[in-house]
């Protein structure tokens, strides 16, 4: 299914152990992703977040919807790219 605003991959949560549930935490900085894998990593760092099964990444385009618990976001899986960054 497609997430409601944005019309890309829709996600969602499930409690079952299987692979497309996995993801990947990585470094922003490209130059540090490998020498950083497997470290702790610290709560006030920007990351991106890699499904692992489809090698796409989290995104928000940050489009702000109103419910019962308050303003939340989009999140989708998307890899947006422009011309000088992913």
């Not at 928000?60 to 011309?83: A, L, M, P, R, W």
């Amino acid at each position: 299914s497609f997430a409601r605003f944005s019309r890309n991959q829709e996600v969602s949560m499930i409690a079952k152990p299987i692979y497309n549930t996995a993801w990947k935490i990585l470094h922003n900085n490209p130059n540090l992703r490998v020498q950083s894998l497997g470290q702790p990593v610290p709560a006030n760092q920007e990351v991106i977040i890699e499904h692992c099964a489809t090698a796409q990444f989290l995104f928000s385009d940050k489009i702000g919807y109103g419910n019962d618990f308050g303003v939340e976001y989009e999140v989708s899986v998307c890899s947006n790219v422009t011309t000088n960054k992913t």
